[in-house]
């Protein structure tokens, strides 16, 4: 891979409908670039492991089945921008923000770490083409791997190849869920993407092409 690919730094947020390949694409650029891929269930996790203060406050909704606050995922979010010293490498932020006050949130963070923002990328995907990947795709009990009956199976149907655990269809990788899932998503993220836009900071990206081609695509046009 050429150097200025590999020294390449971008820092982004990642908005997309489920199964428009937010996460495959993350991986490729984790590995390509080397940047952190964030997520709120990772910083949850990371702060609860620490038992920080705001790990444990989390964990006092997550045990009760409740949903954590958006003013105590925001807070996560701020200090996960000011102690994590890696960032400023390079990151993609999924997961947040999700709505536009977050939105406004997460600028004021940025300014207040220094660590910069280049664009939010918008992978649009039509409803079809997400429920095609979303019905398809199985998930390791063990691991967690994800593989796709059609798009990339095991090689032992059923089993995962890298751990030989089970694999499964979620419980929401239905066609009704999906649908739910879709116009939920349509209603809270399209405010954002208006107010990056207004900002003249989003970028739109098929997300129906595959992942590898917006991949190469990002990577060609960011390196110019």
Not at 16 to 35: F, S
Not at 121 to 139: A, H, K
């Amino acid at each position: 891979m050429a150097d200025d690919i590999v020294d390449l730094i971008m820092k982004i947020v990642l908005l997309g409908p489920p199964g428009a390949g937010k996460g495959t694409l993350a991986k490729m650029l984790k590995d390509a670039l080397g940047l952190v891929h964030i997520s709120t269930g990772d910083i949850l996790r990371e702060e609860m492991k620490a038992d920080s203060h705001l790990g444990r406050e989390a964990k006092q909704y997550i045990e009760s089945g409740g949903l954590v606050p958006d003013e105590l995922v925001t807070k996560i979010v701020e200090n996960k921008f000011a102690t994590d010293s890696s960032l400023k490498d390079g990151y993609m932020l999924d997961g947040f923000p999700r709505t536009v006050p977050q939105a406004q949130d997460l600028d004021k963070i940025l300014a207040k770490t220094q660590v910069g923002f280049d664009y939010a990328l918008y992978m649009e995907s039509t409803l079809p083409v997400i429920i095609r990947r979303l019905t398809g795709r199985r998930v390791c009990r063990s691991c967690g791997a994800v593989y796709h009956m059609v798009n990339r199976p095991s090689k032992k149907e059923g089993v995962c190849d890298s751990c030989g655990g089970e694999l499964y269809q979620r419980a929401d990788d239905n066609e009704e869920t999906i649908r739910k899932r879709m116009d939920v998503y349509l209603e809270n993220t399209l405010p954002i993407a208006q107010f990056y836009e207004a900002k003249n900071r989003l970028r739109k990206v098929n997300g129906d092409d595959e992942t590898e081609a917006i991949r190469d695509a990002l990577l060609n046009e960011d390196k110019k």
